[in-house]
């Protein structure tokens, strides 16, 4: 069964504490593996797309890289507006159409 | 901003009421999705429609009705519904591929709340 974990559940940071939060996977022949970040009471607001292993994007203070079987987001000196939820996503081939199989999410506290 | 958007933001209803939720977008996406997600839950997919037929309905309950009017809005239509169908309500779209997948881009919702 194709599955996507996320951990930690839960993490509390200092201003300026880099950090990495992972995304494991058990799906053959991924089609892409996904980021989000959602805020409380809004949307699920894009990130990154990674395809292949190896592959690697940054935005900002943020960097996702991408093996086999997992990627990690990487934040480097988060600050307060940094908090927020992260979803990691993935589409398998057997999954009919676009859709996608979401992580439960690591919710990330940062305080000044 | 985001570029889908959703009204209404908050809908009350009582169980035998009927509304509808609407969703629009203007990027061009043919894919369209309405998800559903609880309090710190993920999205859960409800239904896919790829160029303005339904593709995928994951065993929702026939009070939820999708429509697709036209390639740039989704609306949900609600009758009878339960408590428990209190939620966040959201619309997605993306590029309708059949290989490799595009991202999907989210509106904000509508909290829906039934009485």
């Known amino acids: 069964e194709d599955q996507v974990t996320q951990s930690p559940e839960a993490l509390r940071l200092q201003e300026g504490e880099s950090s990495s939060l992972n995304c494991s996977y058990t799906v053959s022949g991924l089609r892409g593996l996904f980021w989000y970040r959602q805020d409380p009471g809004k949307g699920p607001e894009f990130l990154f797309t990674l395809y292949s292993a190896g592959e690697e994007k940054e935005k900002e203070r943020l960097k996702a890289t991408l093996t086999k079987k997992e990627s990690f987001l990487h934040i480097t000196a988060p600050k307060p507006e940094d908090s927020a939820t992260y979803l990691c996503a993935v589409r398998a081939p057997n999954q009919a159409g676009t859709a996608l199989i979401f992580g439960k999410g690591t919710t990330l506290s940062v305080s000044s | 901003d985001t570029e889908v958007t959703q009204t209404p933001k908050h809908l009350v209803m009582g169980m035998t009421n009927k509304k509808s939720l609407k969703c629009e977008q203007h990027?061009?996406?043919?894919?369209m999705y309405w998800y559903k997600q609880k309090a710190k839950k993920p999205p859960e997919l409800m239904f896919v429609y790829s160029y303005e037929k339904l593709s995928i309905n994951e065993s929702v309950p026939s009070r939820f009705s999708p429509e697709c009017p036209n390639s740039s809005l989704l609306n949900l239509h609600l009758h009878a519904l339960q408590p428990e169908d209190s939620a966040l309500y959201l619309c997605a779209s993306s590029q309708a591929t059949g290989g490799y997948s595009q991202p999907q881009h989210f509106g904000d919702g509508t909290r829906l709340s039934i009485l």
């Open positions: 990027m061009g996406h043919r894919a």
